[in-house]
């Protein structure tokens, strides 16, 4: 059985209530020569990880509107299109949903028709003066038929049309009203070959085609089409058309746009052969490495960042790093403070971005602020980045998509090249953001002065033989294989590392409660005698993670923390560098590592823990891509 699903999964040879709700849509919009329902739906197709509870379409046909919705999953709205088919169409505008006011209703599915029928919209985020609109538009005879916030703007959008009005000066004058975090897609009948959208706080981009263009949520729903984008900025309106591409402020003044080239293509966004994008994901995850770390080191033989626009001295006063990440990011950050403080001697602290405004965190001018996401959208993270930049500190962000808000908006970034991630646990974001996090504490002590060029050098090739590590792991897989296959029954599963090792398991524990639904927690190993030893008993499964030997008295310290569970009953599964013979006396199941520095370490470490998930839920038949109630990118507070 094992082969067979090695066969299957491992190798590319085989085959809510109302309120504030984090979770992100995904929209599309299109116009141009080619059939719009079938554009529309393949890009809602490529969202579909992002998280939802409904699919619907708007096309503009033979000046009038028809609309298409259904609850559930996108084949839903793509049964109800075969038995009630839609005229053809060129101009049109989809939508997938996650229900945030309202529940997961054909009503209340996007898109949104104004009262007279003659606009549609759709919306992702959150109105939150919508009750005050909404109260204001019934008194004056307007009926709703959702229990949405979007319908409010549908309804605004259709009266100022009414009024006389052009679609772009009809946008205008609704984002005027309105207050919360949006992205406003729209489409009139009586405005041919013309789509239009604003702005303000969630994410849109626009894809620039021969005599056709597209908008999206994200560039992986028009990849197939063009590889040529447009950047958002925030509070903006955008009008396309299929030969012209027109984007103005919210007030009506010009605006400022900045292509760029997406360097990845629809094949990078497919899987490949293997059963789940997660999957393909944790495998390519030695090339996602060796991407991020490609040409760092210059003719001078000195290490050098993408975009980093801070000047050297403004860097060298820095006296305080602060790292902000929320979820799988935050645990890359942890590392990250041991590295950075490790290597340039500054205090690092680590905050959950959600946490950090709301402490009153002490940020001045020699203050820099690591912000680490891989969507670049994440609502907490980019709240974090404002507030740290009203303080007047400097910002770096760690991201993998260019062109998103939280790069824009920062002083400087630090891409990591791991191609499209679509499976929502996030494996291949994590390790590209290590590498990422590694390469910035190695920069700044390089401008400090506190390492010699040739020991930057050295690291530097240390992490570029990482990728050939990792294989190995990913490799030698059928222990891995054998335990998920009998952790099934298991209530409950703890994780316990030091030093590095200690987000890593947390982080382990992260990945099998989001896609295994066990309960599963990752501790400091340390604080074992602190309470969470109560938890131990007879059998209970613990993944420890054992820093390499030598590594001061921390390796010592592990093993004699394995010694105190195995002894009160648990079973230890113990990842050490192969030939730790002193782990290994003391494992029932013991995972070897390559052997690499201690601050490395949690590149490799993790893999087996990313595969032991995947596999624990790909057997309890679950949804390993779309895990139950969460989305890919959070972009609402």
């Known amino acids: 059985m094992i082969e067979t699903r090695r066969h299957q999964g491992f190798g590319p040879t085989g085959v809510s209530s109302p309120g504030k709700v984090a979770f992100m849509c995904g929209i599309v919009g299109y116009v141009g020569p080619r059939d719009a329902r079938s554009v529309i739906l393949a890009g809602l197709k490529r969202m579909e990880y992002r998280g939802y509870d409904s699919a619907g379409i708007a096309l503009v046909a033979d000046g009038h509107i028809d609309i298409r919705k259904k609850s559930g999953k996108l084949a839903n709205l793509v049964a109800e299109l075969e038995s009630n088919p839609i005229p053809a169409s060129h101009q049109g505008i989809g939508h997938t949903r996650w229900a945030t006011h309202g529940g997961p209703t054909d009503d209340n599915a996007h898109p949104h028709l104004g009262a007279a029928g003659r606009v549609a919209l759709v919306h992702n985020g959150i109105i939150e003066n919508f009750a005050t609109l909404k109260a204001e538009l019934s008194a004056q005879g307007v009926v709703f ?17 009414e009024s ?12 005027a009203r309105l207050e919360g975090a949006f992205t406003l897609v729209a489409i009139d009948s009586q405005t041919p070959d013309t789509v239009v959208a604003a702005r303000r706080n969630s994410p849109l981009v626009v894809g620039v085609g021969q005599g056709e263009n597209f908008l999206a949520s994200d560039v992986a729903s028009f990849i197939e089409y063009t590889q040529e984008a447009i950047e958002l900025g925030q509070d903006q309106i955008v009008e396309i058309k299929p030969d012209s591409i027109e984007v103005t402020g919210f007030d009506g003044s010009p605006a400022t746009t900045r292509p760029y080239h997406i360097d990845w293509d629809l094949s990078a966004a497919e899987k490949g052969g293997y059963d789940w994008f997660m999957r393909k994901e944790i495998f390519e995850q030695p090339k996602a490495v060796a991407d991020t770390l490609l040409g760092r080191i210059n003719t001078d033989g000195e290490l050098v960042l993408d975009e980093m626009n801070i000047e050297v001295s403004e860097l060298r006063t820095i006296d305080k790093i602060i790292v902000v990440a929320c979820g799988t990011a935050y645990h890359a950050g942890l590392i990250a403070k041991y590295a950075i403080e490790h290597w340039t001697r500054i205090p690092v602290e680590v905050d ?16 820099l602020v690591v912000t680490i996401s891989q969507s670049g959208e994440t609502a907490d993270t980019l709240q974090a980045i404002r507030h740290a930049r009203e303080q007047h500190a400097k910002v770096i962000s760690i991201c993998n998509t260019n062109g998103a808000t939280i790069p824009r908006e920062s002083d400087a970034v630090i891409y990591t090249h791991a191609g499209p991630e679509i499976g929502v646990a996030s494996t291949k974001g994590f390790t590209t953001q290590l590498i990422a996090c590694y390469l910035l504490g190695l920069y700044l002590a390089q401008v400090r002065g506190n390492k010699f060029g040739d020991e930057i050098r050295s690291l530097v090739e240390e992490l570029e033989a990482i990728p050939e590590k990792m294989d190995q792991v990913l490799d030698d897989l059928e222990t891995v294989l054998t335990l998920a296959g009998n952790s099934l029954s298991e209530p409950s599963i703890l994780f316990l590392g030091r030093h590095v090792g200690y987000p890593v398991a947390l ?39 054992v820093p390499p030997q030598g590594r001061d008295q921390i390796h010592d310290k592990v093993v004699s923390n394995i010694q105190e569970v195995r002894a ?11 030939g730790d013979e002193e782990a290994m006396a003391f494992a029932d199941v013991f995972l070897p590592l390559p052997v690499v520095p201690t601050l490395f370490q949690p590149l490799l470490a993790i893999l ?21 109630n969460l989305a890919k990118s959070v972009t609402v507070e």
């Open 568 to 578: 009160r009953g648990a079973r230890t599964i113990v990842l050490a560098e192969r």
């Open 507 to 545: 982080e382990g524990a992260l990945k099998l409660k989001e896609i295994s639904y066990l309960h599963a927690e990752g501790f400091a190993a340390g604080e074992l005698k602190h309470g969470p030893i109560a938890l131990v008993d007879k059998g209970l499964p613990i993944f420890v993670v």
């Open 145 to 161: 038929t959702s229990q949405t916030d979007t319908e409010v703007a549908a309804h605004l959008l259709g009266r100022a049309i």
């Open 164 to 175: 006389g009005l052009g679609l772009v000066e009809a946008m205008r004058s609704v984002v």
């Open 608 to 628: 087996p823990l990313q595969v032991y998930a995947c596999e624990v839920a790909t057997l309890k038949g679950y949804d390993v891509d779309q895990p139950r």
């Open 352 to 367: 959950i971005a959600s946490e950090f405004r709301y402490r009153d965190p002490v940020i001045h001018r020699s203050t």
